[in-house]
């Protein structure tokens, strides 16, 4: 096996890397956190199952999909995850899985409470306190401390355990989407464990640039998209509930197509984009190749540090997640302390220096412009965009 850690220096390799896939002349795109390119052969392979798909319509649907390949889809997900497939059922996104988690977790009573934190995803955020009103619980909303340290972070969730003995049930974030900021979840998750509270992972932005094991976090109950780091097409994602923890979910809305002892059962019934289903033996095979999330974290986390350890010191820039490695990942946001509007510096960085860049907010810490390289993406733009935040800044 390669070092990842000297592979991802190697800008050679990873110029072949991205030769394989397609990038349009324009600005350099450091908004890789939004969702991921598919390489030249998985567009291609796309292209191919839509053609089939709309030729032999529902003929290789009923006698193909259905009864083999959506099951061996699903077989070669948990293998990537090393978790059973009973374990595993897929959605058409992030959301769609989690709300489900959230719209059928049976055990809360009324007056029990639940937990958010400001750093969680709006979707998320909104179907807890869609639970204040449907199941008559009560929504603490936390703010974890930042600057964040690995203990504070840990210390925030001890205290909220602490103060609100009614807890049941809590989100929680692998990588934020407003700061990149990765949480302790495994210690997190032990926390929530002792204190009879069950945790529902949003997992978005850690699959495929995080190495991880649902079983060691502690984790239950999570959901996931496929497009962000593991290359698959749009409309992909999944939900999993621990076996043991299946009835704790209840069918979504009735449904009973799957039994009621099938996690499938736990999603909307529905006709799923099937040629996009079908690209995923393909994906997975380019992303185990490449050395999975361990390579493709390696990667961009190099890339990360290239801007972060050049700017980071600079008067006027704050940014976001602390150095703590156990704390960043790819995805890492910024400041300009000395100006109120980040959109206003998002869109001078884009018209002024050709970087794309997002500003986000929503987060107790205040605005910030989200920088997110990819894999396509070079040791010279991480350049670019440290000389064009200095200067800005
Ligand atoms: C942290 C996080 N959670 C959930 C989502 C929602 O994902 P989806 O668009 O697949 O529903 C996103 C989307 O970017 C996200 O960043």
Not at 251 to 258: L, R, S
Request: hydrophobic share 40%; aromatic share 8%; charged share 20%.
């Amino acid at each position: 096996m390669p070092d990842n850690t000297l592979r991802a220096r190697d800008e050679a390799f990873w110029q072949t890397f991205a030769d394989r896939y397609d990038v349009q002349p324009g600005p350099i795109n450091l908004e890789n956190g939004y969702f991921g390119r598919l390489s030249r052969t998985v567009v291609d392979e796309y292209q191919r199952r839509i053609e089939h798909i709309n030729s032999s319509n529902s003929v290789h649907v009923r006698q193909r999909f259905e009864q083999l390949e959506s099951v061996e889809i699903r077989a070669q997900l948990a293998d990537l995850l090393r978790v059973p497939a009973e374990a595993l059922a897929l959605t058409r996104n992030a959301t769609d899985g989690l709300q489900s988690l959230i719209r059928n977790y049976n055990r809360l009573q009324p007056g029990d409470q639940v937990l958010v934190c400001d750093l969680e995803y709006d979707t998320v955020k909104s179907a807890m306190r869609w639970l204040a009103k449907n199941r008559g619980v009560e929504v603490i909303e936390i703010e974890p401390p930042h600057p964040a340290s690995f203990d504070s972070l840990v210390e925030c969730y001890r205290a909220a355990f602490k103060q609100y003995p009614r807890l049941k049930l809590m989100a929680l974030t692998h990588v934020t989407h407003r700061t990149g900021l990765v949480m302790p979840v495994k210690a997190i998750a032990s926390l929530a464990q002792e204190h009879g509270v069950d945790v529902i992972l949003d997992g978005a932005h850690a699959l495929g640039q995080i190495e991880f094991d649902l079983d060691e976090l502690g984790i239950m109950f999570a959901g996931y998209n496929l497009h962000k780091w593991i290359g698959a097409p749009l409309t992909l994602g999944f939900l999993y509930i621990a076996p043991h923890r299946l009835e704790d979910i209840d069918p979504d809305m009735g449904e009973f197509h799957f039994p009621a002892n099938d996690i499938r059962a736990r999603t909307p019934y529905c006709t799923p984009n099937i040629p996009a289903l079908l690209t995923l033996p393909l994906v997975f095979e380019e992303h185990r190749a490449i050395g999975g999330a361990a390579a493709k974290g390696a990667r961009l986390n190099y890339l990360r540090n290239l801007w972060v350890e050049t700017v980071r010191d600079v008067p006027g820039i704050e940014i976001m997640t602390p150095n703590d490695p156990r704390l960043y990942c790819g995805i890492t946001s910024m400041r300009f302390t000395h100006h109120a509007d980040q959109q206003v510096l998002a869109e001078r960085l884009l018209n002024e220096y050709n970087l794309f860049t997002v500003a986000r907010s929503g987060s107790a810490c205040g605005q910030c412009i989200r920088i997110t390289p990819g894999l396509t993406s070079t040791a010279r733009d991480m350049r670019l965009i440290a000389q064009a935040l200095i200067e800005l800044s």
